[in-house]
């Protein structure tokens, strides 16, 4: 795969990133393209779900948390500069699914190759020592696969757990009480590894080679990333907040 390089670093919201996923897709030739990056505090939830079942919108809103939807589906997640979020733009080939999988298996070879014992767990979980590390969802455009995740190395798990609010019924399907039980963060397994040389880890096991944006293709992302900011596509059909 090819990194995709941004010409200098920056505090992004989230939208950028999942507009530069977009910008990606639709502009560049074929091939698989790869990046890491990081957000502050923010809740973000599948394209099919109801913010007011899945997240605590009082609590965001009195703790400066930004929220989003995103296009592909999946859970709600939540996201700080703790978590390394992941994004892969490939080639749907006959069956998405596969793909999908494919790309989380490799993933968890990444984690594994630090000594972490990961493994794929259901459509869309890679654990680690019976603790979800890793979420991750994708999305289908005309000929393009947009896939992307979380990597929960250092993230705030009191305010995950305030943040999101799965229901009663998916905890137990997944076998546990609440949201704080059921993830954990990769550094308590890392030790001597900081959340630098763990990027670092990843985008060297995952690529081959790199690309950069320019100027130019920064404002465009801009402009893409303005429709996942409209309260009307955040809300969805939830007219309350």
């Known amino acids: 795969m090819v990194q995709v390089l941004l010409p200098e670093d ?19 030739p074929e091939g698989d393209y790869f990046f890491v990056w990081r957000t502050g505090p923010s809740v973000i939830f599948g394209r099919n779900q109801d913010m ?7 609590y965001c809103l ?36 596969f793909v999908f999988y494919r790309y989380m298996q490799q993933i968890a070879l990444a984690l594994r190759r630090l000594g972490l014992e990961a493994e ?35 993230t705030d798990l009191d305010v995950m757990t305030e943040a ?27 030790k001597g590894i900081d959340m630098e040389a763990f990027s670092r880890h990843i985008v060297e096991t995952m690529c081959d080679g790199s690309v950069s944006l320019d100027g130019d293709d920064v404002e465009r992302i801009r402009e893409i990333s303005r429709g996942y900011m409209v309260g009307s596509f955040i809300k969805g059909r939830n007219p309350k907040h």
């Open 120 to 154: 794929v767990s259901g459509r869309n979980d890679i654990m680690v020592g019976g603790r979800k590390v890793s979420g991750n969802a994708f999305h289908l455009l005309p000929k393009r696969c947009i896939i992307h995740g979380t990597m929960l190395y250092d």
């Open 52 to 58: 007011e079942a899945e997240v605590n919108v009082p």
């Open 62 to 97: 009195d703790h400066g948390i930004r929220i989003y939807r995103r296009k592909s589906g999946g859970g709600c997640v939540y996201s700080d500069m703790g978590n390394l979020m992941h994004s892969c733009i490939t080639s749907p080939g006959k069956d998405a699914a």
């Open 10 to 28: 920056g505090d992004r919201p989230l939208a950028f990133y999942l507009a530069m996923e977009e910008y990606v897709a639709w502009e560049y």
């Open 164 to 190: 999101i609010t799965p229901s009663p019924e998916k905890l137990e399907r997944k076998g546990v009480s609440s949201v704080r039980q059921r993830v954990g963060n990769l550094k308590d397994s890392l």
